[in-house]
């Protein structure tokens, strides 16, 4: 194109084709000075009424602002401009040209998006481009038609995305393709991973486009890879690889594009985050919206604004959060992208519900909710500890979506937090349950071990529950199981045991040796027992803070869970182990202390019917207790079922002498005479 140069300033006034090739020829090098030059190219095309040199400068213009990295504000007149000259010559003049233009077009809106339309006809538009990917006989343009696609839906349809990331693997598979639209389409594949909560996929195709670029040469592409293995990592737990891959990218951030530093600070900022740091996080935050409003682009706009409102909500402040929230939503509205409605909704309730406001909170959660599975979501674009712990505990305890919120948990691999330990909704690894009945279950079936081999590593794991679960020394297991053995053996006994414990479960996790104690973690195995005790635990602090004899809605919720949760005696099965015996009894206790305190609230509430189940389920357990029987006799009478009254004294005096040889207290035999009286039967 240099040869070009070399012509007359007036040749190149008076013939724009000149001036369009300089344009083209510079673009790879300097697309700033290309496009004044497509700039004056297309003036003169228009002035002449040249229609292909029209649509072509058109095009270049687009193709330098964007390639420039220029403020994409700059794309907004040339939008207009395209409307107004289509108006004017109604059809192409080449399908080439089409084509060319429709990739242009697209790109255009893609990256002029500032959460209002481009153009009137976006849909047209995406339409036409899907057009040219299916159909079109340039394997170049196709590919520039779905990379175009790609950044448009980006954020906005998810399903369609996968359509594009499709199509693009097809087209990289053609052979002449060059490297770079591998590497493109694995720079796409990554976040759409992401999004979708495929996070395998993503660290896949991170690893995958690096070795192409280390075998090819092509190292375009890497900053984007390392930025997105980054996050990727960071939402995966492996903060020490993000970590690496953050060094990494501070190697090169001197030389990064503005939206490749921005992703950077973007990432940096979680990570300040996730260590605490506010500070250092809202520099780099700062750093990433500034970067972000520059080019313009959709998506990072709104990454960077929803970024910012967490920022402020954990720096409490609220009103700036809800203020870089609203921008977030303008950016990205409801309606017009899935990622963008699913993620603000869920962040909307996250701040109401860490604001003790549970009511208000499930609003957005449902709408979250439904967005996410009627598109496919299955992930978020960001990383910050204990938001999508909270969220889906409550969309399972509140019955919202549980068949998918459970996906979601299993897809983002997360561990409920201390509040939801006792959640049994909770898609749980492993789930044990050993009052009334002893059973394991795993991946949501119950595991059959007939086995005789399996006898042993069970009774381990009945050791280790009823020795508390944590911290549990080896020797105490040992002493239990293996009384007759000593030093290695016991040992041997022990490890061979384990393992096949841990083989039985299905979750390496669940099983954790630390120095000689073993523990059954609470955050991979829901425990029946465990939650049985923190239930009633958490039911008595509550009742103790109120200061009142019921402690309110709370308390009571509290008390159903647990009367529910007590199923029978813990290993009813093993009643010839005697280190089953403390906590039987001490379950049992809590039990009958608790069903006497929901039988008082239903009472005090005067509801009867309810207060006689909570008398009944008493009796299953302690079929001794007087109070009970007295409790059912009140009942009885208050609901005017005199005949039951009297059923249930003689059931007390019968058990009473039958199994201790003693008649009831004169306690209960007054209340029995009263009831008689008051309803006028004889005693």
Same mark, same amino acid.
């Given at each position: ?10 040749m ?7 001036r369009?090739w300089m344009?083209?020829s510079g673009?790879?090098?300097?697309p700033g000075?290309s496009r004044a ?5 297309f003036?003169k095309?228009?002035e002449?009424?040249d ?7 058109w095009?270049?213009?687009?193709d330098?602002i ?6 994409r504000?700059k794309?907004v007149?040339?939008?207009?401009a395209?409307?107004?000259?289509m ?5 192409f ?6 084509e060319?233009?429709?990739c ?15 153009c009137?006809d976006?849909?047209l538009?995406?339409e036409?481009t899907?057009s040219?990917?299916?159909t079109?006989t340039d394997?170049?343009?196709r590919?520039e038609?779905l ?15 996968e359509m ?5 693997r097809?087209?990289?598979r053609?052979?002449g393709?060059?490297?770079l639209?591998?590497l493109?389409t694995l ?24 070795e192409?670029?280390?075998?090819t040469g ?6 984007i ?5 980054a ?18 990218m501070e190697?090169?951030l001197?030389?990064a594009?503005?939206?490749?530093a ?5 990432i940096a900022?979680?990570?300040?985050m996730g260590?605490?740091?506010l500070?250092?996080a809202?520099?780099r ?11 313009g682009?959709?998506?990072n706009l709104?990454?960077a604004h929803?970024?910012?409102?967490f920022l402020?909500f954990?720096?409490?402040?609220d009103e700036?959060?809800v203020?870089?929230?609203d921008?977030a ?5 409801p309606g ?7 993620s603000c ?12 406001k549970e009511e208000a909170?499930?609003t ?5 909710l439904k967005?996410g ?5 299955g ?5 910050y500890?204990?938001f999508?712990e ?8 509140a ?6 919120v459970?996906e979601?948990?299993r ?5 409920p937090g201390d509040?939801h330990?006792d ?6 690894p ?5 009052l ?5 279950v795993?991946?949501?079936?119950p ?14 794991l009945?050791a280790l529950?009823a ?8 020797g %105490?297991?040992? &002493? *239990? ?6 030093? $290695?053996m ?5 490890a061979?045991? !384990? /393992?096949r414990?841990r083989?039985?479960l299905?979750e390496?996790?669940a099983?954790?040796?630390r120095?000689?104690r073993?523990t059954?973690s609470?955050r991979h ?7 049985l005790?923190?239930r ?5 602090r509550?009742?103790?803070e109120?200061g009142?004899?019921?402690g309110?809605?709370?308390?009571v919720r509290?008390l159903? %869970?647990?009367? &529910? *949760?007590?199923r029978?005696?813990?290993l009813? $099965?093993?009643?010839?182990l005697?280190?089953?015996?403390s !906590? /039987?009894e001490r379950?049992?206790?809590?039990f009958l202390?608790?069903v006497?305190?929901l039988g008082r609230?239903?009472?005090s509430?005067g ?7 909570c008398?009944?389920r ?5 079929n001794l ?6 409790r ?7 609901l ?7 059923a249930?004294y003689?059931?007390?005096k019968?058990?009473?002498?039958d199994?201790?040889?003693?008649p ?11 009831l008689?009286t008051?309803?006028?039967q004889p005693?």
């Amino acid at each position: 194109g240099e040869w070009i140069r070399f012509f007359p300033q007036s040749m190149l006034e008076e013939v724009p084709w000149l001036r369009y090739w300089m344009a083209v020829s510079g673009m790879p090098f300097h697309p700033g000075e290309s496009r004044a030059q497509f700039e004056q190219a297309f003036r003169k095309f228009r002035e002449q009424g040249d229609v292909p040199g029209v649509f072509l400068s058109w095009s270049g213009a687009i193709d330098s602002i964007i390639y420039g990295q220029e403020n994409r504000r700059k794309l907004v007149p040339w939008i207009a401009a395209l409307n107004d000259f289509m108006g004017e010559y109604k059809e192409f003049p080449s399908k080439e040209i089409e084509e060319r233009v429709t990739c242009s077009m697209m790109k255009a809106i893609s990256f002029s998006y500032m959460g209002e339309p481009a153009c009137t006809d976006e849909d047209l538009w995406v339409e036409r481009t899907f057009s040219v990917a299916r159909t079109g006989t340039d394997n170049s343009l196709r590919a520039e038609a779905l990379n175009s696609l790609f950044s448009y839906l980006l954020g906005k349809d998810f399903r369609k995305t996968e359509m594009v990331i499709d199509m693009l693997r097809g087209l990289t598979r053609q052979p002449g393709v060059p490297p770079l639209a591998r590497l493109v389409t694995l720079s796409f594949e990554a976040p759409h991973a992401i999004s979708g909560g495929a996070y395998d996929c993503c660290m896949n195709a991170v690893t995958d486009g690096l070795e192409l670029s280390a075998t090819t040469g092509v190292h375009i592409i890497d900053f984007i890879l390392i930025g997105q293995g980054a996050l990727c990592a960071m939402i995966t737990g492996d903060i020490s690889t993000a970590k690496k891959f953050l060094r990494k990218m501070e190697t090169f951030l001197g030389m990064a594009k503005p939206f490749e530093a921005g992703l950077y600070y973007y990432i940096a900022a979680w990570d300040a985050m996730g260590d605490g740091d506010l500070a250092t996080a809202h520099l780099r935050s700062n750093q990433c919206l500034i970067l972000s409003e520059e080019p313009g682009f959709s998506w990072n706009l709104y990454l960077a604004h929803f970024q910012k409102a967490f920022l402020f909500f954990a720096s409490d402040s609220d009103e700036k959060a809800v203020a870089h929230m609203d921008i977030a939503r303008k950016v990205s509205p409801p309606g017009k992208s899935d990622y963008g409605e699913f993620s603000c909704s869920l962040a909307e309730a996250y701040f109401l519900l860490c604001k003790g406001k549970e009511e208000a909170a499930l609003t957005p959660l449902r709408a979250g909710l439904k967005v996410g599975r009627e598109t496919g979501l299955g992930g978020l674009f960001m990383w910050y500890p204990g938001f999508l712990e909270l969220v889906t505990a409550k969309a399972l305890e509140a019955g919202i979506e549980p068949e998918y919120v459970r996906e979601l948990i299993r897809k983002n691999r997360l561990l409920p937090g201390d509040a939801h330990l006792d959640l049994e909704q909770w898609p749980w690894p492993v789930r044990i349950f050993t009052l009334g009945r002893f059973e394991i279950v795993t991946a949501g079936k119950p595991v059959r071990f007939p086995r005789k081999a399996q006898q042993k590593p069970v009774l381990l794991l009945k050791a280790l529950i009823a020795l508390g679960g944590k911290d549990v020394a080896e020797g %105490q297991i040992t &002493d *239990l199981l293996w009384p007759e053995s000593e030093g $290695d053996m016991a040992h041997q006994s022990f490890a061979t045991n !384990l /393992r096949r414990l841990r083989q039985l479960l299905g979750e390496e996790r669940a099983l954790v040796l630390r120095e000689g104690r073993l523990t059954l973690s609470d955050r991979h195995c829901w425990v029946d027992v465990w939650a049985l005790e923190r239930r009633i635990g958490l039911a008595e602090r509550v009742g103790k803070e109120r200061g009142r004899g019921d402690g309110g809605a709370d308390h009571v919720r509290l008390l159903e %869970q647990a009367v &529910d *949760l007590y199923r029978g005696a813990f290993l009813a $099965d093993e009643t010839k182990l005697p280190w089953t015996l403390s !906590l /039987r009894e001490r379950l049992r206790s809590k039990f009958l202390r608790a069903v006497v305190a929901l039988g008082r609230h239903r009472e005090s509430a005067g509801e009867w019917e309810k207060a006689v189940d909570c008398c009944l389920r008493g009796l299953e357990v302690d079929n001794l207790a007087e109070e009970f029987y007295r409790r059912l006799m009140i009942c009885y009478g208050k609901l005017g079922r005199d005949a039951e009254a009297h059923a249930a004294y003689r059931r007390c005096k019968g058990v009473l002498f039958d199994l201790m040889g003693v008649p009831p207290s004169p306690e209960t035999e007054t209340l029995f005479r009263s009831l008689m009286t008051a309803s006028g039967q004889p005693k």
